[in-house]
């Protein structure tokens, strides 16, 4: 079989048959000023020499900064054994295999992932992954609104302690389909959203509330209270959590008296290396009555006729290769390399790994935060407690002390004043389990000097002759 | 060839409908449907209290073969739901006309009921799909 279907000559006849001159002329419906026309900066064709160049050049760009930048996705440590078996001829594939039952131990293997993230976030099920946490989090406010039948409204309260880019693009890929998302303000002296100022939406239609735990500046929620509040307005609970802080913070599922309804969040941390942003995948759980709204693939275990084990994709009516216009979601593949990556990354590590590298990020972050505001230029910009990562409030222009850190080969966190410009000087840091103490003591050292030249009264370098 | 009683009327769309005697009808989906459909694995319900216009999908059954919308044949209020089709999805193939109903609505205009095929005119419409 040729790999390429369609040869010249099958299109010319395709053409003929149906009576159309080229191939151009089948977009004809699409009026002209919708139509992009020529993409000026893609290139033409390139051969493997060019592209590797350019993409070595590329990756390049980034150097090897010293991380202290969290934001969504983590320097975590990857056992060489993680993409050593993940690039094995037989699980060396991006997609789900369109002859999905002929691969039975890719099958096996997201079954796996999917009984881990199920147990991982106390849920029900899972389905195979998506394409990253922001548009986990799109799919699960399609999922709530098509879920929460009591509720009219479509109508999400979304805090602003949700990660900005979640946010953002939650709201380009559900502007569009009459859904509101309504921003809840954070606490400025916890950092948190405070299920007190809530009050004022009580007997309100609210069709799900999102939490994310912790949220974007590292500080945990009161999930408790904010999944019952949720729950007894009639809303739904969309969780957004870091599957590393699973491994010691509630499951989603155990929040308040009845679990979140649906889990979903970025999977990087689970053995996807920063890759200067991407490809990473999202995962997505929820509760048993949901699961007819989940969108993309489930993996399902049964017995074949002779009583023997085999997994199979299942619940395939939400599809769209069956449901149409009506399915869940146009989503309906997975990100199946990475996914085989974490699968592979949680086997290794196990619950108790997972707890101890949660465990080791917590401490570091924390010494982190001792070494920083010691001088006393630097404090903590909130008063809650924080899992792995914190805001940092500096008292000098942030700009002026980044920009010496960057000369310094350091990634000294994430500069929060274009998304949170209320907040002034505030740097979010974050110090994995690979940071040592002697990188914790280098940031410092850098720092206390950066400072130090810059508050020096009158002349900021000494003279060197008196 | 499939079951069409003659004291229910018909919706293109499938559904059958009983007039029952306090003014409310009952709706569930005709043999041909359930037998076209294949083994029945979910039914979703509509919400007891929800108000509907005809031809507004207000429910869904699921087979092993696909999802389908059941459309509201006539406008008014969903009164009750048919609960025991949530754990025996299969009623519906075993007795569609009987104990596989699906959902009772008040319409809002009583008339509308006769607006629909009677059951000659739906085994005429179902001859006329099959060709």
């Known amino acids: ?466 | 060839m499939s079951n069409i009683p003659v004291d229910l009327k018909y919706a293109k769309s499938h559904e059958w409908v009983r007039a029952n005697d306090d003014g409310t009808v009952t709706v569930g989906i005709s043999d041909s449907a359930q037998d076209q459909l294949g083994d029945m694995v979910f039914v979703e319900l509509p919400e007891v209290g929800a108000s509907v216009t005809a031809e507004e999908a207000c429910a869904v059954v699921e087979s092993v073969k696909a999802a389908s919308d059941v459309y509201a044949p006539v406008s008014g209020e969903i009164v009750e739901v048919n609960e025991n089709l949530g754990e025996g999805p299969e009623i519906v193939n075993q007795d569609p006309y009987g104990e596989g109903w699906i959902f009772r609505m008040q319409p809002s205009d009583a008339d509308a009921v006769g607006g629909l095929m009677d059951a000659e005119a739906y085994g005429a419409f179902l001859d006329s799909e099959s060709h």
């Open chain 1, 1 to 466: 079989m040729p790999f390429i279907p369609h040869t010249e000559n099958d299109i010319r006849d395709m053409l003929a048959t149906i009576k159309v001159g080229k191939i151009e002329d089948l977009f004809d419906e699409i009026p002209a000023s919708l139509r992009i026309g020529k993409l000026d900066g893609v290139p033409e064709g390139q051969t493997e020499q060019e592209i590797s160049r350019l993409m070595m050049d590329r990756s390049e760009q980034d150097g090897r900064p010293l991380c202290f930048m969290g934001a969504g996705a983590y320097d975590h440590h990857i056992p060489a054994a993680v993409w050593q078996i993940t690039t094995r001829g037989e699980f060396y594939s991006a997609y789900t295999p369109y002859q999905a039952e002929a691969s039975q131990g890719t099958l096996q293997l997201l079954y796996e992932f999917q009984t881990m993230m199920a147990s991982l976030t106390g849920m029900d099920v899972s389905n195979a992954s998506l394409y990253d946490g922001a548009s986990g989090l799109a799919e699960a406010v399609l999922m709530a609104v098509r879920g929460n039948r009591k509720s009219k409204s479509q109508r999400i309260l979304v805090p602003t302690t949700v990660h900005p880019a979640y946010r953002k693009t939650t709201r380009t890929i559900v502007k569009n389909q009459g859904i509101e998302l309504v921003d809840v303000p954070y606490c400025s002296d916890g950092g948190n959203t405070v299920p007190d100022s809530l009050r004022h939406l009580e007997g309100e239609d609210i069709t799900a509330l999102v939490i994310q735990q912790p949220n974007f500046f590292g500080v945990l929620e009161e999930v408790d209270a904010l999944t019952d509040w949720a729950h007894a307005q009639g809303a739904l609970v969309i969780a957004v959590a870091n599957p590393t802080s699973l491994a010691l913070l509630k499951p989603p599922g155990k929040w308040g008296s009845k679990g979140a309804d649906i889990a979903c969040g970025e999977g990087q941390p689970l053995g996807v290396p920063l890759s200067s942003g991407g490809p990473y995948f999202g995962y997505l759980c929820c509760k048993q009555p949901l699961v007819r709204q989940m969108p993309g693939r489930i993996v399902g275990r049964t017995v074949d006729r002779d009583g023997r084990d085999g997994y199979t994709l299942t619940l395939q009516a939400r599809e769209q290769h069956i449901r149409r216009s009506k399915a869940t979601s146009n989503i309906c593949t997975n990100q199946g390399l990475l996914v085989t990556a974490a699968t592979i990354y949680m086997t290794l590590l196990g619950a108790e790994g997972l707890a101890r590298v949660a465990r080791a990020c917590h401490a570091n972050t924390g010494r982190l935060v001792e070494r920083l505001t010691a001088g006393g230029y630097v404090e903590p910009m909130f008063n809650r407690p924080c899992f792995h990562e914190t805001v940092l409030r500096l008292s000098l222009p942030l700009k002026d002390v980044l920009r010496p850190l960057y000369a310094h080969n350091l990634l000294p966190g994430y500069d929060l004043s274009q998304d949170y410009p209320e907040l002034g000087n505030a740097l979010l840091v974050c110090a994995t389990e690979m940071r040592t103490a002697d990188d914790i003591e280098l940031y410092g050292s850098h720092l206390d000097r950066i400072i130090k030249t810059q508050t020096v009264a009158g002349c900021p370098v000494e003279p060197k002759m008196a």
